[in-house]
Protein backbone atom coordinates (compact mmCIF):
# COMPACT_ATOMS: atom_id res chain seq x y z
CA UNK A 1 0.00 0.00 0.00
CA UNK A 2 2.00 3.17 -1.08
CA UNK A 3 1.27 6.34 0.71
CA UNK A 4 1.90 9.77 -0.64
CA UNK A 5 5.09 11.12 2.12
CA UNK A 6 4.02 14.97 2.48
CA UNK A 7 6.80 17.69 4.04
CA UNK A 8 6.22 19.26 7.26
CA UNK A 9 8.05 21.81 9.34
CA UNK A 10 10.79 20.12 11.34
CA UNK A 11 9.35 22.11 14.41
CA UNK A 12 6.29 20.19 13.80
CA UNK A 13 7.41 16.96 14.01
CA UNK A 14 9.67 18.05 16.54
CA UNK A 15 6.71 18.36 18.61
CA UNK A 16 4.83 15.27 17.36
CA UNK A 17 7.54 13.71 18.12
CA UNK A 18 7.93 14.67 21.72
CA UNK A 19 4.69 14.07 21.83
CA UNK A 20 4.67 10.24 21.21
CA UNK A 21 7.69 10.38 23.67
CA UNK A 22 5.37 11.18 26.49
CA UNK A 23 2.84 9.04 26.07
CA UNK A 24 3.78 6.37 28.97
CA UNK A 25 3.17 8.60 31.96
CA UNK A 26 3.79 7.15 35.82
CA UNK A 27 0.94 7.28 38.45
CA UNK A 28 0.93 10.28 40.68
CA UNK A 29 3.19 9.16 43.88
CA UNK A 30 -0.08 9.32 45.95
CA UNK A 31 -2.30 6.66 43.88
CA UNK A 32 -2.50 3.30 46.06
CA UNK A 33 -1.02 0.41 43.83
CA UNK A 34 -3.03 -2.41 42.92
CA UNK A 35 -1.11 -5.26 42.97
CA UNK A 36 -1.92 -9.05 42.13
CA UNK A 37 -0.94 -12.35 44.10
CA UNK A 38 -0.63 -15.77 42.62
CA UNK A 39 -0.45 -17.19 39.37
CA UNK A 40 1.89 -16.46 37.12
CA UNK A 41 1.17 -12.63 37.36
CA UNK A 42 1.83 -13.09 41.28
CA UNK A 43 3.21 -9.67 42.89
CA UNK A 44 2.38 -8.05 39.04
CA UNK A 45 1.25 -3.92 40.13
CA UNK A 46 -1.85 -4.28 38.27
CA UNK A 47 -3.49 -0.54 38.47
CA UNK A 48 -4.08 2.21 40.67
CA UNK A 49 -6.47 3.66 42.67
CA UNK A 50 -7.28 8.22 43.00
CA UNK A 51 -6.08 9.05 46.35
CA UNK A 52 -9.75 10.56 46.14
CA UNK A 53 -11.38 7.08 46.53
CA UNK A 54 -9.47 5.29 49.20
CA UNK A 55 -11.57 6.75 52.25
CA UNK A 56 -14.65 5.57 50.50
CA UNK A 57 -13.19 2.41 49.35
CA UNK A 58 -11.87 1.80 52.97
CA UNK A 59 -14.85 1.92 54.90
CA UNK A 60 -16.99 -0.10 52.39
CA UNK A 61 -14.47 -3.02 52.62
CA UNK A 62 -14.26 -2.95 56.31
CA UNK A 63 -17.76 -3.20 56.87
CA UNK A 64 -18.69 -5.59 54.09
CA UNK A 65 -15.39 -7.15 53.04
CA UNK A 66 -15.16 -8.93 49.30
CA UNK A 67 -13.52 -12.43 48.65
CA UNK A 68 -10.18 -12.26 47.00
CA UNK A 69 -9.98 -8.02 47.79
CA UNK A 70 -7.93 -6.79 50.38
CA UNK A 71 -7.01 -3.30 51.46
CA UNK A 72 -4.17 -2.61 53.23
CA UNK A 73 -2.08 1.05 54.03
CA UNK A 74 -0.18 0.81 51.32
CA UNK A 75 -1.89 -0.74 48.29
CA UNK A 76 -4.73 -2.82 47.77
CA UNK A 77 -4.30 -6.10 46.77
CA UNK A 78 -6.14 -9.11 44.49
CA UNK A 79 -5.34 -12.65 44.90
CA UNK A 80 -5.50 -15.02 42.28
CA UNK A 81 -8.33 -17.03 41.68
CA UNK A 82 -10.35 -18.72 38.80
CA UNK A 83 -11.25 -16.44 36.61
CA UNK A 84 -14.45 -15.95 37.07
CA UNK A 85 -14.96 -16.51 40.48
CA UNK A 86 -12.57 -13.13 40.57
CA UNK A 87 -14.58 -11.46 38.37
CA UNK A 88 -17.39 -11.87 40.25
CA UNK A 89 -15.51 -10.39 43.52
CA UNK A 90 -14.75 -7.60 41.58
CA UNK A 91 -17.94 -6.72 39.87
CA UNK A 92 -19.03 -6.38 43.61
CA UNK A 93 -16.33 -3.77 44.09
CA UNK A 94 -17.05 -2.16 40.70
CA UNK A 95 -20.93 -2.31 41.40
CA UNK A 96 -19.66 -0.22 45.02
CA UNK A 97 -17.57 2.60 43.65
CA UNK A 98 -20.49 2.49 41.07
CA UNK A 99 -23.02 3.41 43.91
CA UNK A 100 -20.72 5.47 45.75
CA UNK A 101 -20.30 7.56 42.32
CA UNK A 102 -16.88 7.05 41.39
CA UNK A 103 -17.69 5.23 38.04
CA UNK A 104 -19.50 7.51 35.24
CA UNK A 105 -20.18 6.32 32.28
CA UNK A 106 -21.69 2.71 33.12
CA UNK A 107 -21.52 0.49 29.60
CA UNK A 108 -23.14 -3.26 30.61
CA UNK A 109 -19.98 -4.35 28.80
CA UNK A 110 -16.79 -6.11 29.65
CA UNK A 111 -13.45 -5.73 29.09
CA UNK A 112 -10.86 -9.04 30.00
CA UNK A 113 -7.34 -8.20 31.32
CA UNK A 114 -5.06 -10.03 30.03
CA UNK A 115 -1.55 -11.08 31.49
CA UNK A 116 1.76 -10.75 29.03
CA UNK A 117 0.79 -14.48 27.91
CA UNK A 118 -2.54 -13.26 26.67
CA UNK A 119 -4.31 -14.79 29.49
CA UNK A 120 -7.81 -13.92 30.83
CA UNK A 121 -7.56 -13.65 34.39
CA UNK A 122 -10.44 -11.42 35.21
CA UNK A 123 -13.50 -9.57 33.55
CA UNK A 124 -14.85 -6.36 34.35
CA UNK A 125 -17.73 -3.37 33.29
CA UNK A 126 -15.40 -1.55 31.01
CA UNK A 127 -16.16 1.97 32.55
CA UNK A 128 -14.31 0.21 35.81
CA UNK A 129 -11.10 -0.26 34.34
CA UNK A 130 -10.26 3.66 34.41
CA UNK A 131 -11.01 3.86 38.30
CA UNK A 132 -8.76 1.31 39.00
CA UNK A 133 -6.40 2.13 36.52
CA UNK A 134 -6.42 -1.31 34.73
CA UNK A 135 -4.71 -2.33 31.56
CA UNK A 136 -7.29 -1.76 28.73
CA UNK A 137 -7.07 -2.71 24.69
CA UNK A 138 -8.19 -0.52 21.87
CA UNK A 139 -8.37 0.04 17.98
CA UNK A 140 -7.79 2.85 16.28
CA UNK A 141 -8.15 2.94 12.38
CA UNK A 142 -6.65 6.13 10.31
CA UNK A 143 -8.12 6.33 7.19
CA UNK A 144 -6.65 8.11 4.40
CA UNK A 145 -6.92 8.60 0.84
CA UNK A 146 -4.96 8.09 -2.12
CA UNK A 147 -3.71 11.54 -1.98
CA UNK A 148 -2.73 11.25 1.46
CA UNK A 149 -5.55 13.05 3.35
CA UNK A 150 -7.03 11.73 6.53
CA UNK A 151 -10.54 11.16 7.73
CA UNK A 152 -11.01 11.93 11.57
CA UNK A 153 -14.80 11.65 12.66
CA UNK A 154 -15.88 14.13 16.15
CA UNK A 155 -17.45 12.31 18.97
CA UNK A 156 -20.51 13.05 19.75
CA UNK A 157 -21.40 15.40 22.52
CA UNK A 158 -23.60 12.70 24.13
CA UNK A 159 -20.28 10.86 24.75
CA UNK A 160 -19.41 10.28 28.47
CA UNK A 161 -15.78 10.67 27.35
CA UNK A 162 -14.43 13.67 25.31
CA UNK A 163 -17.30 14.54 23.43
CA UNK A 164 -16.95 16.99 20.55
CA UNK A 165 -13.71 15.98 20.03
CA UNK A 166 -11.96 14.55 16.92
CA UNK A 167 -10.97 10.87 16.92
CA UNK A 168 -9.56 8.73 14.31
CA UNK A 169 -11.74 7.31 11.47
CA UNK A 170 -13.00 4.60 13.55
CA UNK A 171 -11.43 3.61 17.04
CA UNK A 172 -13.26 1.46 20.21
CA UNK A 173 -12.74 -0.28 23.39
CA UNK A 174 -11.71 -4.18 22.52
CA UNK A 175 -14.56 -6.48 24.29
CA UNK A 176 -13.52 -9.54 26.50
CA UNK A 177 -14.69 -11.95 23.54
CA UNK A 178 -12.95 -9.54 20.69
CA UNK A 179 -9.73 -9.96 18.92
CA UNK A 180 -8.18 -6.50 17.69
CA UNK A 181 -8.90 -7.65 14.20
CA UNK A 182 -12.75 -8.54 14.72
CA UNK A 183 -12.96 -5.21 17.11
CA UNK A 184 -11.73 -2.58 14.08
CA UNK A 185 -13.98 -4.01 11.94
CA UNK A 186 -16.90 -3.69 13.65
CA UNK A 187 -16.15 -0.10 15.06
CA UNK A 188 -15.11 0.58 11.34
CA UNK A 189 -18.84 -0.32 10.21
CA UNK A 190 -20.84 1.13 13.40
CA UNK A 191 -18.67 4.53 13.67
CA UNK A 192 -18.31 4.95 9.67
CA UNK A 193 -19.94 2.89 7.88
CA UNK A 194 -17.25 1.34 6.22
CA UNK A 195 -18.15 -2.26 4.75
CA UNK A 196 -16.59 -6.01 5.17
CA UNK A 197 -15.29 -5.69 1.69
CA UNK A 198 -13.69 -2.27 2.50
CA UNK A 199 -12.52 -3.04 6.29
CA UNK A 200 -10.66 -6.25 5.09
CA UNK A 201 -8.09 -4.32 3.78
CA UNK A 202 -7.00 -2.50 7.16
CA UNK A 203 -3.05 -2.86 7.51
CA UNK A 204 -2.10 -3.67 11.08
CA UNK A 205 0.85 -1.37 11.90
CA UNK A 206 2.00 -1.16 15.34
CA UNK A 207 0.92 -0.82 18.90
CA UNK A 208 0.71 2.28 20.90
CA UNK A 209 0.92 1.91 25.00
CA UNK A 210 -0.43 5.03 26.42
CA UNK A 211 -0.96 5.83 30.42
CA UNK A 212 -2.38 8.87 32.20
CA UNK A 213 -3.91 10.05 35.18
CA UNK A 214 -7.78 11.61 34.79
CA UNK A 215 -8.17 14.80 36.59
CA UNK A 216 -10.99 13.51 39.27
CA UNK A 217 -11.64 10.09 37.77
CA UNK A 218 -8.77 7.48 37.35
CA UNK A 219 -5.95 6.08 35.65
CA UNK A 220 -6.25 5.68 32.16
CA UNK A 221 -3.85 2.65 31.09
CA UNK A 222 -4.04 1.47 27.13
CA UNK A 223 -2.73 -0.75 24.47
CA UNK A 224 -3.80 0.69 21.28
CA UNK A 225 -3.71 -1.47 18.44
CA UNK A 226 -3.21 0.32 15.03
CA UNK A 227 -4.26 -0.13 11.96
CA UNK A 228 -4.31 2.13 8.77
CA UNK A 229 -6.92 1.98 5.85
CA UNK A 230 -7.50 3.34 2.43
CA UNK A 231 -10.46 5.07 1.16
CA UNK A 232 -11.56 5.65 -2.44
CA UNK A 233 -11.79 8.98 -3.48
CA UNK A 234 -15.24 8.91 -3.61
CA UNK A 235 -15.68 6.97 -0.16
CA UNK A 236 -17.35 8.99 2.50
CA UNK A 237 -17.91 8.31 6.11
CA UNK A 238 -21.58 7.67 7.57
CA UNK A 239 -22.04 7.29 11.46
CA UNK A 240 -24.35 4.43 12.56
CA UNK A 241 -24.27 4.39 16.31
CA UNK A 242 -24.81 7.72 17.19
CA UNK A 243 -21.33 8.13 18.35
CA UNK A 244 -20.03 10.02 15.67
CA UNK A 245 -21.53 13.71 14.56
CA UNK A 246 -19.90 13.63 11.46
CA UNK A 247 -16.42 13.80 9.88
CA UNK A 248 -13.94 16.11 7.84
CA UNK A 249 -11.02 15.06 5.38
CA UNK A 250 -8.10 16.98 6.02
CA UNK A 251 -4.12 17.10 5.16
CA UNK A 252 -1.45 15.74 7.16
CA UNK A 253 -0.24 19.62 7.77
CA UNK A 254 -3.65 20.47 9.19
CA UNK A 255 -4.21 17.25 11.22
CA UNK A 256 -0.83 17.85 13.16
CA UNK A 257 -1.87 21.37 13.41
CA UNK A 258 -5.51 20.37 15.34
CA UNK A 259 -3.29 17.66 17.48
CA UNK A 260 -0.83 20.56 18.82
CA UNK A 261 -3.97 22.57 19.22
CA UNK A 262 -5.42 20.42 21.64
CA UNK A 263 -8.16 19.30 19.52
CA UNK A 264 -8.46 15.62 19.49
CA UNK A 265 -8.41 12.82 22.04
CA UNK A 266 -5.74 11.84 23.70
CA UNK A 267 -5.52 8.07 22.46
CA UNK A 268 -6.41 9.07 18.57
CA UNK A 269 -3.96 12.26 18.86
CA UNK A 270 -1.17 9.76 19.56
CA UNK A 271 -3.06 7.65 16.92
CA UNK A 272 -2.73 9.87 14.47
CA UNK A 273 1.00 11.64 15.25
CA UNK A 274 2.11 8.13 14.48
CA UNK A 275 0.73 8.38 11.18
CA UNK A 276 1.95 11.97 10.07
CA UNK A 277 5.34 10.72 11.59
CA UNK A 278 5.51 7.32 9.61
CA UNK A 279 4.06 9.67 6.36
CA UNK A 280 6.01 12.64 6.12
CA UNK A 281 9.80 14.35 6.29
CA UNK A 282 10.81 17.71 7.25
CA UNK A 283 10.16 20.40 4.37
Given at each position: ?160 TDPG ?14 TPWV ?50 DNFA ?47
Open positions: MHKPTHMLATSTIAALEEMLQNAVRSAPPDFLPIHFLGGSSAGQLIGHLNPEFIPYLQESLAKNPIPHIEMGHDRLTIRHERPLVLSQSLAKLADRMHQGGFIPGWRHEDFAWIDQNGHDYFRLERSAFRTFGFRSMATHINGFTKAGNLWLGRRSETKPRLDNLAAGGIGADENARRELWEEAGVPPQISDQIEPVGRIHMRRPIPGCGFHDEQLYVYDLELAPINHDGEVSGFIEISLSEAAARILADEFTSDAAFVTADFILRNTKPA
